[in-house]
């Protein structure tokens, strides 16, 4: 079969329990093609070649004996932020470029636990810091679509593996848009869960109060399978919640359109930067909601000038601190030859650390010292609880705010944009990661330059199966998401 990688993971999951193909077909048809066009979009950090057959083999035999469960024997790829035991993890840093993980993050074990089949580690903006993956110590990854834009980031890597059909699906994190931006630029559905729904355990940590893990993939039909995977309580992550889990794959039709109210914040569609392409198709994708049955409602979100402020105040300050780790002693990268204790700090620290991760060392650093906490950091989070208290006010009378994921389409690779101007491309992001909400992305259509635009739709606390579902319901009666750029359509 030469065109596996066209599968839905329904398709797949059918596929292997109806012996069409076996994992092992199906995983050597992944690794051929990462083989062959990923030199081109460059996604991958690691590949596992000898690990994933094995997996698959086990799958395979597991299969035989009566074993296997829905995912059994489906290939995946994680970002490089997910500890894997045995298998280098870098976060995309040089100061972990050495670094081997002794143990599985609880994402990846419960992926492994449902079967799931290894192919490698995906590429990422160094510590999730970065809105493009450039920030990456191995190199600019890029946008299956136009290899000459970036992907997006931090899950860049994610994101371009699953559009250039190089992973089925795939993980990514959120911290204040990383799954939702990447995905909106290379035409994904990808969802941010509610803070708490994903366990953070083995998750490289970048803003504690604002990390989560989350799907990345073609549909919301298939990150409802992998978020049956990832979903669910963590005795190792003291702020992952104890609830009930749903069943996001049989969930899929529970919500309909029809009477469906969504907000519409003005505020976000008088962004000064949001480009008329993307209001356009964003515009058209909620027209389209309309025509199903959904009643658009405009509403206010009177925080939109804070989100970025007080954003890039708190994830550096948290940042500054769990970076703290990597001090050259301990595991990852350490400078030759220190003179002494201060110098081997320094000397690693400077020479370990990219230049945007030591920008946002400083900034943070700066913003919890003693004299500036009040000013800065207390006077940020003051901010982020009336950030918060918007969103419970706005959801009082709409079931779903509406948004664009970015003002723009996909950069150019090496855009000239200074830090401050690259920041105020997150402005669609952050507040869902400040608030703790979950929040989707799906794509609606292109550009003039052939480049996907994405609809955000922010929901309330624990609400993703309703976020997949309407997103489900869309992507019945329309087929962006079945969109493939020329890349994912070459053959291995
Ligand atoms: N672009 C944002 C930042 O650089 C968000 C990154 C993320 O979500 N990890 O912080």
New binding site residues.
Partial sequence: MTDLHRLSIRELSEGLANAQFSSRELTEHYLKRITKIDAQVKSYVTVTPELALAEADAADTLRKAGGANVLTGVPIAHKDIFCTQGIKTTAGSKILDNFISPYDATVVAKGKASGLVTLGKLNMDEF????TSENSYYGATANPWNLNHVPG??SGGSAAAVAADLAPFATG??????IRQPASFCGLTGLKPTYGRVSRFGMIA?ASSLDQGGPMARSAEDCAYLMNVMAGHDAKDSTSMNQVVDNYVANLNDTSVKGLRIGIPKQYFNVAGLAEDVKARVEESLKKLEDLGATLVEIDLNMTESYVPTYYLI?PAEASSNLQRFDGVRYGYRCENPVDLMDLYKRSRSEGFGAEVQRRILIGTYALSAGYYDAYYVKAQKVRRLIQQDFLKAFESVDVIAAPSAPTTAYKIGVDLTPVEMYLG?IYTLAVNLAGLPAINAPVGFDQNNLPVGLQLIGNYWSESQLLSVVHQYQQATDWHTQRAAIAEENA
């Avoid at 999730?128 to 809105?131: F, V, Y």
């Avoid at 994190?173 to 990383?178: I, K, Y």
């Fill in positions: 999730a810091m970065g809105s980031g931090s994190t959120d911290t204040g848009g990383s970048y994830a997150d």
